[in-house]
């Protein structure tokens, strides 16, 4: 079996865009059908996507079902495959620089904020979420009360140093899904 298709079926798209509108309503619709195509010329492009048949069975329904380790598999099927046909979401992006008075100092911070969900808004969805995690949460309330903090501020405020917490920070890039990280 191959599994490495991008190809959703056009019924299967409809069905999906007529979910979201349900579910979260119009503006979180893509306005027309999202196609993805291998960048390889002559790709034959036979297999369709792995996806749940009927996009309607959330994974909330079959939760007795299955276990844990199936159920977070479909739940990672199910809402990829919801969130591919969604609209894009959009963040506001706040940058400060502060330094000191004779420039020999400088501090930087950046925070972001979503204005829209879009397809976000399946993997915070209530009822098809499998694993609840209380600290993605917090996470989230502490970076909007930070956005507030840095956009309050205007250029050429005088800000007071509270405290220094010296911090090195490195992206990582995200770990290749394995039945481990499932």
């Known amino acids: 079996m191959r599994t490495d298709g991008l190809h959703i079926s056009d019924e299967a798209v409809r069905e999906i865009n007529s979910l979201v509108v349900e579910r979260y309503g119009p503006d979180f619709a893509s306005k027309t059908a999202r196609k993805y195509f291998k960048k390889v010329k002559n790709a034959q492009e ?4 792995i ?3 009927d996009v309607r069975r959330l994974p909330s329904t079959i939760a007795g079902v299955l276990d844990e380790d199936s159920m977070k598999l479909y739940s990672l099927i199910w809402s990829r495959t919801m969130a591919c046909q969604m609209e894009p979401a959009s963040f506001s992006q ?3 620089e502060i330094r000191s008075a004779d420039e020999s100092i400088a501090f930087s911070s950046s925070c972001s904020k979503n204005d829209f969900l879009g397809y976000q808004a399946v993997f915070q969805d209530k009822e098809c979420e ?3 995690s209380k600290e993605k949460e917090e996470i989230a309330n502490d970076r909007v009360e930070t956005f507030e903090v ?3 501020l205007k250029a050429g405020d005088h800000v007071s140093l509270g405290q220094v917490e010296l911090k090195q920070h490195f992206t990582q890039p995200s770990p290749r899904y394995s039945e481990g990280s499932l």
Do not use: D
């Not at 036979?46 to 996507?49: G, K, L, M, N, V």
């Open 46 to 49: 036979a297999h369709e996507a």
């Open 51 to 53: 996806r749940p048949t």
């Open 94 to 96: 706040v940058q400060v």
């Open 130 to 132: 499998v694993l609840k």
């Open 150 to 152: 840095l956009n309050s």
